[in-house]
Nanobody, 123 residues
Framework: QVQLVESGGGLVQPEGSLRLSCAAS????????MRWYRRAPGKPRDLVAT???????TYADSAKGRFTISRDNAQNTVYLQMNSLKLEDTAVYYC?????????????????WGQGTQVTVSS
């Protein structure tokens, strides 16, 4: 069994910063890509940023220049540093990861989600 647990959300003023964390735990053999998504009220869930196991990153246009995704492979943790936050960044942020777990029948690749953390940008 694998769990992804996010933390770091909260209320912040426009132009403020927040750092989200997401820690994976369980019978983990390896983790490849890790991602952050967000879902704003009344909108579909959107991909914000991706980081590969080797550290290659990609960003949505809305996140470029303001957000930074990083990871600590030893801690099975992914981070999202968000700067210059805007009202439109208000959303529930979810982490997501491709994880190979160790099962009774050997390694098995799964696609896992965290429970989400609320980020509210408001003056």
């Amino acid at each position: 069994q694998v769990q992804l647990v996010e933390s770091g959300g909260g209320l912040v003023q426009p132009e403020g910063s927040l750092r989200l964390s997401c820690a994976a735990s369980g019978s983990i053999f390896s983790i490849s890509d890790m991602r952050w998504y967000r879902r704003a009220p009344g909108k579909p869930r959107d991909l914000v940023a991706t980081i590969t196991s080797s550290g290659t990153t990609t960003y949505a246009d809305s996140a470029k220049g303001r957000f930074t995704i990083s990871r600590d492979n030893a801690q099975n943790t992914v981070y999202l540093q968000m700067n210059s936050l805007k009202l439109e960044d208000t959303a529930v942020y979810y982490c997501n990861a491709d994880i190979v777990v160790v099962g009774l029948r050997g390694p098995n690749l799964g696609h896992y989600w965290g429970q989400g953390t609320q980020v509210t940008v408001s003056s």
